[in-house]
Structure formats: structure tokens, C-alpha cells
């Protein structure tokens, strides 16, 4: 797709790809090849969320276009100036298998698109203008070669740091405080100037103008075409992809152990009661919706550590009470503060 482009929302429907898959039995599409989909951004739902940003940038003054190719994730690699977008949000079918095999699906609407985008461009443009070089911006965001941690512990009370995406994701690594710094600046409705009034973060904002100033109308130094992990190299099945993904957030979840979890449902005098296990079910969608919002946590871990507590609730027969003392505030208090003590980074692979 041309980085120039910028069409107008109608046409990417207009020019909406016909895909003979589409209509298939899921169990046959599970067997595909991802590089054998069809896939391409034009035409795509994409298309115009491209156009959107890249019209946001040029009414921002700047000359820049990161190019932007299909993968299995969202991603800016170290000095490449364009980024990758999950090739399953290229087409309605593909976002609901997501859904149902990851429980969520990473841009999936048009507010979280742009999101993702902006943060993954801020990524793209310091690999374009090699920003990192610059003595000013490791002053202000850090040394950026850094090694990324595998988890970090945020201070939700921190001004330092803009609030972006979920998980207080800026205060992960200086690659990701000027990604996140970079996208509020960028995003049209944010009013910056009067959000982080008097916060220490308002400065690293008031960077990024002056910078944008400086550079924005010019081409940047680096200007290579480089697509990593390409939609032609993805030669996983729809199957298997989403098999090693669900290995992938499988590794390391957090589990509750048996005194904790009698704390969150103690023993109970009352009269009517359900088994704790099917309590902890039954209210597994907001779990799953508040520990994700709170925390920036992939709601596929949520769910295994929400199918161990049901577990060892059955074993351990604990009982809930579903009345004056329900267990549902305490239960989402749990899984919120049990994953803020192990959020995990991310790197030139952004993983949210």
C-alpha cells in the first residue's frame, strides 16, 4: 500500500476482496495456511484506518510514512521505519476466530486501531529519524538501549509517564515511555496540554512538539522497505498458529494458592450459597473485562488462572454467597493485584 495514500473511508468497501474461505466451515479453515489466505491491507477493513493515520499525520506537519506489511502481531523491529498489523485484521472472519481462540482480538475496533497505530508509528519514526542518537531524548525518556525486562511492577500513582494503553505500558521501557508519550501527542482529542497539567509528564509532551517541529517536514534519513516476518513467510496453519500462541500466553500464569483463595470466599453462615467454582464462572466475562482494562493483560491468561481457581475451589469445596456479601468485588481485587505484581514488557515485538 502506497504510504501516500489517502482514500477515503467508502472505498476500501467498495474494493472489498472476495475470499472463497470466508464461507467455509471452520474446521476446514483451521487447516489453511496463513500465507495462503489471500491477505492484503487494500481492500482490507485496514485500509482505511491506514488513511486515517496517515491523514493525522499530515495534519500534524509531518512528512513522515511508516509503511506498514501483514503479520501474526503488532511489531516495530529496531531499525525499521514501518510496523506490522495481525494479518487477522484484515478480515471480518479472521477477527471472530481470534476471538474465539484468544478471547480477544488486539485492534479489533476502530478506537483501539488507532491506538495501536499510533503507539506502533512512534516506533517506526525513531527508527526513521534515529531519534535514540539524540542526547535530548535520552534525557528525557532514558538510555534505549536498555535491556527490556521480562516483567516490571508500575506505580499507577506516577505522573512521570502519560497514560495510553492498559498497564501503564510507558513505564516499561524507554522504547515504550516515548511510543506511549508519542501517541497521546499524536491523538487528535487528547487536549494534552490541559490532561497532564502540572505532571512532570507534560514535559516529555512538550518534547515531542518541539521535536515534531524540528523534524516533521523533513524526509527522514532512514527510509528502507523492510518487511519482517511477512505474511508470505507465515506458513502456519490457522490451527496451529493459535495453538502456539495459546502456548505462548500460557507460559508463567499466575495462580492463587489454596489460603488465598479461602480468603476471597471464607467460610459462610449464610443459608443460600453456590459452590465457588461456579461462581467464579459465572462472573468470568467482567473478570476477564476488568483485569484486562486495569492491567494491559491478554484475557486468554485471565481465563486459565479464572479455570485454576474453579478448579481448586471444587477440590477444596468452597462455597459463595451470592447475596449482601457476594465475593465478586473481592474476587476482581484478587486477579487485579495478582497480575499488577507481574505485568510483563514488551520489545521491538510489541506483545499488550
Not at 169 to 181: G, I, K, L
Not at 209 to 234: C, W
Request: glycine fraction near 6%; charge should be positive.
Amino acid at each position: 500500500m502506497s504510504p501516500d495514500v489517502t482514500l477515503h473511508a467508502g472505498m476500501a468497501h467498495r474494493r472489498a476482496r472476495h475470499h472463497r474461505w470466508a464461507g467455509w466451515p471452520e474446521e476446514r479453515l483451521l487447516e489453511t495456511r496463513i500465507c495462503d489466505l489471500g491477505l492484503a491491507i487494500a481492500g482490507s477493513p485496514l485500509e482505511p484506518q491506514l488513511a486515517a493515520l496517515y491523514h493525522g499525520m499530515q495534519r500534524r506537519g509531518i512528512a513522515f510514512r511508516p509503511h506498514c506489511w501483514l503479520s501474526d502481531c503488532w511489531f516495530s523491529p529496531d531499525g525499521v521505519p514501518g510496523f506490522a498489523i495481525p494479518f487477522y485484521l484484515a478480515h471480518p472472519r479472521l477477527r471472530q476466530l481470534e476471538r474465539r481462540w484468544i478471547l480477544e482480538t488486539e485492534g479489533g475496533n476502530a478506537s483501539e486501531c488507532q491506538k495501536l497505530m499510533r503507539h506502533e508509528t512512534a516506533h517506526a519514526l525513531a527508527n526513521a529519524y534515529r531519534l535514540h542518537r539524540r542526547q535530548q531524548w535520552r534525557r528525557r525518556f532514558g538510555r534505549a538501549g536498555r535491556t527490556y525486562p521480562e516483567s516490571y511492577l508500575p506505580r499507577p500513582d506516577s505522573r512521570r509517564y502519560v497514560i495510553h494503553l492498559e498497564g501503564w505500558y510507558a513505564q516499561s521501557h524507554p522504547h515504550e515511555d516515548w511510543a506511549e508519550t508519542f501517541a497521546v501527542w499524536m491523538n487528535p482529542h487528547s487536549d494534552w496540554r490541559e490532561r497532564y497539567r502540572g505532571w512532570p509528564a507534560l514535559r516529555k509532551l512538550e518534547y515531542v512538539d518541539e521535536l515534531m517541529r524540528e523534524i516533521g517536514p523533513h524526509h527522514p534519513p532512514v527510509r528502507n522497505r523492510t518487511q519482517i516476518d511477512s505474511l508470505s513467510s507465515l506458513r502456519l496453519t490457522l490451527h496451529q498458529y493459535f495453538e502456539q500462541k495459546q502456548q505462548r500466553l500460557s507460559v508463567g500464569v499466575p495462580h492463587f494458592h489454596r489460603q488465598q483463595l479461602e480468603r476471597i470466599f471464607p467460610a459462610t453462615k449464610a443459608r443460600r450459597t453456590v459452590p465457588a467454582a461456579r461462581f467464579i464462572r459465572r462472573h468470568r466475562r467482567a473478570a476477564l473485562a476488568a483485569v484486562s482494562l486495569w492491567t494491559g493483560t491478554p484475557r486468554y491468561r485471565v481465563h486459565l488462572t479464572l479455570e485454576h481457581m474453579a478448579q481448586l475451589a471444587d477440590e477444596l469445596e468452597l462455597q459463595a454467597s451470592p447475596g449482601r456479601d457476594c465475593p465478586q468485588q473481592p474476587l476482581i481485587s484478587a486477579l487485579i493485584m495478582l497480575y499488577m505484581g507481574s505485568l510483563h514488557a514488551g520489545s521491538s515485538r510489541l506483545t499488550l
